[in-house]
Nanobody, 113 residues
């Protein structure tokens, strides 16, 4: 069974950092175009960052310079390092295998003092 499981979400103060993880099973992520998305209640899910099978990355303007998407092929895990967090980064974060219907269950990130 192919599955994506996110973890690492938490409550953090503005200016803080978090690293989100997305562990994949039944699917080898290095072969796929993977992405991180986020969603707040009442709004559409939005793209945060993507990484291709070749390792090329792309970021939403809101994430550029603050977030880093990466993967550990040995652990079959996708990461999102988030620095200089802002209250507007508060959302549920999801990992996604691009071009598929495969999504994780999400992990809550709350940025608040």
């Amino acid at each position: 069974q192919v599955q994506l499981v996110e973890s690492g979400g938490s409550l953090v103060q503005p200016g803080g950092s978090l690293r989100l993880s997305c562990a994949a099973s039944g699917s080898i992520i290095r072969f796929y175009f993977m992405g991180w998305y986020r969603q707040v209640p009442g709004k559409q899910r939005e793209l945060v960052a993507t990484i291709t099978s070749g390792g090329s990355t792309n970021y939403a303007d809101s994430a550029k310079g603050r977030f880093i998407i990466s993967r550990d092929n040995a652990k079959n895990t996708l990461y999102l390092q988030m620095n200089s967090l802002k209250p507007e980064d508060t959302a549920v974060y999801y990992c996604h295998r691009e071009g598929s219907i495969l999504w994780g269950q999400g992990t809550q990130v709350t940025v608040s003092s």
